[in-house]
């Protein structure tokens, strides 16, 4: 489009200065002409912003969904570490903390259809399991999803410990169906093809009205004016897909590092837990022995100060 536009302005600068003077050519570009582009600039000025707007939400929504899958993933792993459960339970909730490292690398890959996303959960999913995912019809995660709720409806643990997992899975499960919508619905092309046809035409024309007042400057001048205008289409075009831009190959490393980390430190926080415990124990044993130094509480009309 900028390449085009400095072709046209040339064309049209050259014209202007070197035969629209001489007798019997054709007057190209006129003052009055740069009317045309002030009373249509507002239109392009609003189409250009609600497309760009339009993406740009899209981009948030995307963002958003990322981050909110993370915080799912940081409470179901910690619940599935902490919550008190027998031998049998046990093992099945460590098998969830097991899978939850590996969901963004599931997510990620299913997003960007890009299999070697796999290879990230080979540190947390066996030679079976990632054999399965890569075979199933059915989209990674949403697979994960459901082998982890079978996994926590397997457990005894009472029907509210089991509400609090299942809500975050249903949590990450929203989160896989706004990144679907966001991938397979882009926004209505023609829209998008408006727009740039609209910005075409107006560049297009633009010399005409400025050849006349601006001389050989109308060649840099609309340059300018389509490089910055087309970076604003493109910037609109670019983001209107969040999965090209996102960098998801630091989110899936820098999402599993984080899980595989909250992971490694459950026994610091059994130990936190076991010591401020004791730490309360011994204050209210100490405050006990003072009480009992201090003798019998004095009353006052039969109750005791």
Same mark, same amino acid.
């Given at each position: 489009?900028?390449?085009?536009?400095?072709?046209?302005?040339?064309?049209?600068?050259?014209?202007?200065?070197?035969?629209?003077?001489?007798?019997?050519?054709?007057?190209?570009?006129?003052?009055?002409?740069?009317?045309?582009?002030?009373?249509?600039?507002?239109?392009?000025?609003?189409?250009?912003?609600?497309?760009?707007?339009?993406?740009?939400? *899209?981009?948030?929504?995307?963002?958003?969904?990322?981050?909110?899958?993370?915080?799912?993933?940081?409470?179901?792993? *910690?619940?599935?570490?902490?919550?008190?459960?027998?031998?049998? /339970?046990?093992?099945?909730?460590?098998?969830?903390?097991?899978?939850?490292?590996?969901?963004?690398?599931?997510?990620?890959?299913?997003?960007?259809?890009?299999?070697?996303?796999?290879?990230?959960?080979?540190?947390?999913?066996?030679?079976?399991?990632?054999?399965?995912? *890569?075979?199933?019809?059915?989209?990674?995660?949403?697979?994960?999803?459901?082998?982890?709720?079978?996994?926590? %409806?397997?457990?005894?643990?009472?029907?509210?410990?089991?509400?609090?997992?299942?809500?975050?899975?249903?949590?990450? /499960?929203?989160?896989?169906?706004?990144?679907?919508?966001?991938?397979?619905?882009?926004?209505?092309?023609?829209?998008?093809?408006?727009?740039?046809?609209?910005?075409?035409?107006?560049?297009?024309?633009?010399?005409?009205?400025?050849?006349? +007042?601006?001389?050989?400057?109308? +060649?840099? +001048?609309?340059?300018?004016?389509?490089?910055?205008?087309?970076?604003?289409?493109?910037?609109?075009?670019? +983001?209107?897909?969040?999965?090209?831009?996102?960098?998801?190959?630091?989110?899936?490393?820098?999402?599993?590092?984080?899980?595989?980390?909250?992971?490694?430190?459950?026994?610091?926080?059994?130990?936190?837990?076991?010591?401020?415990?004791?730490?309360?124990?011994?204050?209210?044993?100490?405050?006990? /022995?003072?009480?009992?130094? %201090?003798?019998?509480?004095?009353?006052? /009309?039969?109750?005791?100060?």
């Amino acid at each position: 489009m900028v390449a085009w536009t400095l072709l046209v302005a040339t064309g049209v600068t050259i014209y202007v200065q070197l035969l629209q003077s001489k007798a019997g050519w054709p007057a190209l570009s006129k003052p009055a002409y740069s009317t045309a582009a002030s009373l249509t600039s507002f239109a392009l000025s609003l189409l250009l912003v609600y497309r760009t707007n339009s993406a740009y939400g *899209r981009w948030a929504e995307m963002r958003t969904a990322c981050g909110r899958m993370l915080v799912h993933l940081r409470v179901l792993l *910690r619940l599935a570490s902490t919550l008190p459960a027998g031998p049998a /339970d046990r093992a099945a909730l460590q098998a969830v903390a097991r899978w939850t490292p590996a969901f963004p690398a599931l997510f990620f890959a299913f997003l960007a259809s890009q299999p070697a996303f796999y290879d990230m959960c080979a540190g947390q999913l066996v030679p079976a399991e990632l054999a399965a995912l *890569r075979a199933a019809k059915q989209p990674a995660p949403l697979l994960a999803l459901a082998t982890m709720s079978r996994l926590v %409806q397997s457990t005894r643990l009472t029907p509210w410990e089991r509400l609090a997992l299942e809500a975050e899975l249903s949590g990450l /499960d929203a989160c896989v169906g706004i990144a679907q919508k966001l991938g397979v619905q882009p926004l209505p092309l023609s829209y998008t093809r408006h727009t740039s046809r609209f910005l075409l035409a107006w560049l297009t024309f633009l010399p005409l009205g400025l050849a006349a +007042i601006y001389g050989w400057l109308t +060649i840099p +001048i609309c340059g300018v004016v389509a490089f910055l205008l087309a970076g604003v289409e493109g910037i609109g075009v670019s +983001i209107e897909h969040p999965i090209r831009i996102l960098p998801i190959k630091s989110y899936a490393a820098g999402f599993k590092a984080a899980l595989v980390n909250q992971l490694r430190e459950v026994g610091v926080a059994q130990e936190l837990a076991a010591a401020a415990l004791a730490a309360a124990a011994a204050a209210a044993q100490l405050a006990g /022995d003072e009480l009992a130094k %201090q003798g019998p509480a004095e009353k006052v /009309d039969g109750l005791p100060v």
